[in-house]
């Protein structure tokens, strides 16, 4: 199997304050919402705003010890991971992990929007917190 890119799905944004980040966006950039999810299993609240065939997501941490909290307080607020679209995740794992890739995830997991994701790790991306993500 060879991975097969399909777009980027999203650029996500980790913030410290998402309702103030909402509304910079808003003011800054001139775009709304299009989707807003909790993912409790993430530890995150996400809001999309749609750029073409892309997103912009702002992470928002539910809690200190979740991911995107444990992000906040090491690196503070920023870029936190840039996510692709792929045709099929499992089949995308086992192509990396065949080529060697550091995984955060072994095997798909529910993502938001009904997507099926899977997280490979920056040491394994030159630095870059990479997602998979997969339509369904």
Request: charged share 25%; net charge negative.
């Amino acid at each position: 199997m060879t991975i097969h890119l399909v777009d980027i799905d999203h650029v996500g944004i980790a913030v410290e304050d998402l309702e103030s980040s909402v509304e910079h966006y808003r003011t800054m950039l001139g775009v709304e919402p299009v989707h807003r999810e909790r993912v409790e299993d993430q530890g995150v609240d996400e809001v999309l705003f749609a750029v073409g065939s892309s997103f912009i997501q702002l992470l928002g941490a539910v809690g200190p010890d979740s991911p995107v909290g444990r992000s906040l307080a090491t690196r503070g607020p920023g870029l936190h991971h840039v996510a692709y679209r792929v045709r099929d995740v499992a089949g995308a794992l086992d192509d990396l992990s065949a080529h060697g890739a550091r995984l955060v995830d072994r095997a798909p997991r529910p993502g938001s929007r009904n997507t099926l994701i899977a997280f490979v790790h920056p040491r394994s991306m030159g630095g870059v917190l990479v997602e998979l993500v997969q339509t369904r």
